[in-house]
């Protein structure tokens, strides 16, 4: 058995409302979208949900056996975010450091991944998901464009986790209709065509592997839209955890920052699921909640998402490009 | 130890360690200094100590005039970071981010956060900022 024992969320301070953006892009909005500061890279956001998941788990950073990192938009191509998290928390060495991504389905490879090492190593293993979507404004998702870490620590066993890892399914298909490249908007293609071919044929496929007959009460979803994930999740009759109308597309990450909010708001004893749904397939997690669930710390999801202040359409868009300076001048 | 300075300091700048001064507990931060800044003794015997995450603003200054790709008004601070264990704080000096004027005054308390510091071309280089705690936001 391979524990949770320690979850954590991060959400950048600025939203966005939609319906600034419809106003001024045209289209209409609901929500908000999280946009981060200017001096927040995935870096520094995956370290940020990474030192909250680790507060509240039994185990230092330095103790780490694996760092997996799950992104949809890691603007480097060679960089890497996985070895950066694990040097800033002190995980040096002899340390396993894996950089997944090319479809959201890299949160529920990264925590399967992250699993197989916890069981083959004896060792603790962190799993962060960090996304900033980028904000094109020649796209129709560009006011969904959003911003969000989200983090979990494997371990073996705890004293008290959050909850036991009980299953996992994929469902490889092969099938892609949304897609971007790097630096452009995404080719969103037909969603009819893709909710019954694409996230209809893989996430109940890789749930049922996952849930192997348990009945979920709670779920969370990550997919390239909203109605994306609700599909996603079409198979099961469960409550949905999601920030997606206060933190907007969080790629990737949506899975682990919504899993935090699951387990910081869940009660014991709860079977969960998540799934993740992007090109290629699906992946599924089946989870039952334990004892330490919830959380006495002050950096909650729920804080995160209440922590706010307004920005403008203006700065959506701008935050998300590259800072140009080299040095600032301390006194 | 030759190379750029931010990886000749990516151990202290990543992980808050000062150095303290065995002759008299004075705490250098960020770097490593050969003479003590209090007591003179040269070369100072250092120690490494580790800081804490939360410290109290001392005093700060407000810069109005920068780059364009900065923010302003930015507020600079010295911030009193004390020491995981015994001994005395360090004096660090650090932007402060996510931080209105009207949130900030001696005596303040502030985090350090985790954040791109500058920019090696297109490589980012993540140090510590400070910020008053997201949850006095909420
Ligand atoms: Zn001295």
Redesign the interface.
């Known amino acids: 058995m391979v524990v949770i024992d320690g979850h954590g969320g991060y959400v950048p301070l600025y939203r966005v409302d939609r319906s600034e953006v419809a106003a001024q892009h045209g289209g209409r909005g609901r929500g908000e979208s999280a946009v981060p500061a200017r001096d927040e890279n995935h870096v520094t956001m995956a370290c940020e949900a990474a030192d909250n998941a680790l507060a509240r788990a039994d185990v230092a950073g330095a103790d780490l056996g694996a760092v997996v990192t799950a992104s949809v938009s890691d603007p480097f191509a060679e960089h890497g975010i996985a070895a950066h998290v694990a040097y800033r928390l002190g995980a040096t060495g002899d340390v396993r450091t894996t950089d997944l991504r090319g479809s959201r389905r890299a949160a529920t490879d990264a925590l399967a991944s992250a699993r197989e090492f916890v069981v083959a190593n004896d060792a603790p293993a962190l799993v962060v998901g960090v996304d900033v979507l980028p904000a094109d404004p020649d796209s129709d998702d560009v006011a969904e464009a959003g911003a969000g870490a989200g983090a979990v620590v494997l371990r073996p066993e705890a004293d008290e986790p959050a909850a036991d890892l009980t299953g996992f399914g994929q469902a490889t298909t092969g099938f892609v209709e949304h897609h971007r490249r790097h630096g452009e908007a995404a080719e969103t293609g037909d969603a009819k065509f893709e909710g019954r071919h694409g996230v209809g044929e893989a996430a109940p496929a890789a749930t049922e592997r996952a849930l192997d007959g348990a009945a979920p009460v709670k779920a969370v979803a990550a997919a390239p839209s909203g109605r994306l994930a609700g599909a996603a999740l079409g198979g099961v009759d469960a409550e949905q955890v999601s920030t997606r109308e206060q933190v907007g597309d969080a790629g990737a990450a949506a899975a682990l920052l919504d899993l935090a909010h699951l387990l910081e708001t869940a009660d014991a004893g709860d079977t969960a699921v998540v799934v993740a749904y992007g090109a290629g397939g699906a992946g599924a997690v089946a989870l039952q909640t334990a004892d330490g669930v919830g959380t006495t710390d002050a950096r909650s999801v729920a804080t995160y998402l209440d922590a706010k202040e307004e920005t403008t359409y203006a700065k959506h868009l701008e935050y998300r490009e590259p800072v140009e300076y080299e040095g600032v001048k301390t006194p | 130890m030759s190379g750029p300075r931010y990886e000749r300091s990516?151990r202290q700048d990543?992980?808050l360690i000062g150095f303290e001064c065995q002759a008299c507990g004075w705490v250098s931060f960020p770097e490593e200094k050969r003479t003590c800044k209090r007591c003179g003794d040269a070369p100072a015997e250092m120690e490494e100590v580790q800081l804490a995450e939360r410290g109290e603003i001392q005093t700060f200054?407000v810069q109005q005039y920068?780059?364009d790709?900065?923010?302003t008004p930015q507020p600079?601070a010295i911030v009193d970071l004390p020491q995981e264990g015994e001994g005395e704080p360090a004096r660090a000096?650090?932007?402060l981010?996510?931080t209105d004027l009207e949130e900030i005054d001696v005596g303040t308390e502030v985090v350090a956060?985790?954040?791109?510091?500058?920019?090696?071309g297109?490589?980012?280089i993540?140090s510590f900022?400070f910020s008053v705690?997201?949850?006095?936001?909420?």
């Open positions: 990516k990543q992980h200054v920068l780059p790709d900065i923010e600079v000096y650090g932007l981010t996510e956060r985790f954040r791109e510091l500058f920019s090696d297109e490589r980012p993540n900022k705690p997201r949850e006095e936001k909420a």
